[in-house]
């Protein structure tokens, strides 16, 4: 099925993990696809696999995320190639594993600004021009962190909490103005998400790992069948819903057993 074929979506974090599936995902629809992260290597391979399985227009930009005015300066860069995004997938974030107090200052920070600030600023450049052209779809990348305090992954989870929330209002707001936005809350996923978070996976994280090619296809159909949130699996989604249930002492003591090494 093509029926994405002439429109352009842009994946953000796309150089590994859940950006290449987003990317041959978007691709096998028939969309040209443009690949944002900062290794650049890996997005040029990923763009020659496009190109030949796919036959699709690709286009890399190397670009660092994580700092400030990056979503007028990433939409104007692609306007000059005469490139306007159709679909934006908001995946570029990161976690930092630890005891707050023992993570690098510099790198909480850094993590903060790019899964809060930075997707806050391409949200707003991109669904500027999707309004004014009278519609586009945004998918935010979240986490199921996103529902609980979680030890060990304080600043990380959030700011996956805030991108939950943030996505949700979105969804009521701009939805009325032809724009779907919709929040993919994974759980622990087969990607390299441990591996740069510093954290060796527990038995409960090998238990429940979900490959990360599925739960990037539940977050475009959930994205085209104008949803505001999903959460993949049906354990991660009876894990969210229980908490609506349980006293959040309960909660972050729970997390806090399972997520420690």
């Known amino acids: 099925m093509k029926d994405l074929k002439g429109q352009w979506a842009l994946v953000t974090g796309a150089s590994s993990g859940f950006g290449v599936d987003f990317a041959h995902l978007l691709a096998e629809r028939g969309a040209n696809v443009v690949l944002a992260a900062r290794s650049v290597e890996p997005m040029e391979g990923l763009a020659t696999a496009l190109q030949a399985q796919h036959g699709v227009q690709t286009h890399v930009v190397g670009i660092d995320l994580a700092r400030p005015g990056v979503g007028v300066e990433l939409r104007d860069r692609l306007a000059r190639d005469g490139i306007a995004i159709d679909v934006l997938v908001n995946n570029a974030g990161y976690g930092v594993y630890g ?14 600004q790019l899964n809060m600030l930075s997707l806050t600023e391409l949200t707003h450049a991109f669904a500027e021009t999707m309004v004014q052209r009278g519609g586009g779809k945004i998918l935010l990348v979240a986490s199921i962190g996103g529902y609980q305090a979680t030890p060990t ?18 969804h009521e707001e701009l939805k009325r103005r032809g724009v779907t936005v919709t929040v993919l809350s994974p759980g622990i996923t087969a990607t390299r998400f441990l591996e740069v978070s510093g954290q060796k996976p527990t038995l409960y994280q090998r238990m429940v790992m979900m490959q990360s090619r599925p739960v990037a296809r539940l977050g475009l159909k959930a ?14 989604a009876l894990t969210a819903w229980s908490n609506r249930l349980m006293p959040r002492m309960v909660q972050r003591r729970v997390a806090f057993a399972l997520m420690k090494n």
């Open 99 to 112: 005891d707050f107090l023992a993570q690098p200052l510099v790198r909480t920070l850094d993590m903060m």
């Open 153 to 170: 992954y304080a600043a990380y989870s959030a700011t996956k909490a805030y991108v939950l929330l943030f996505g949700e209002a979105l």
């Open 223 to 236: 994205l085209y069948s104008g949803r505001a949130s999903i959460v993949p699996g049906w354990l991660n």
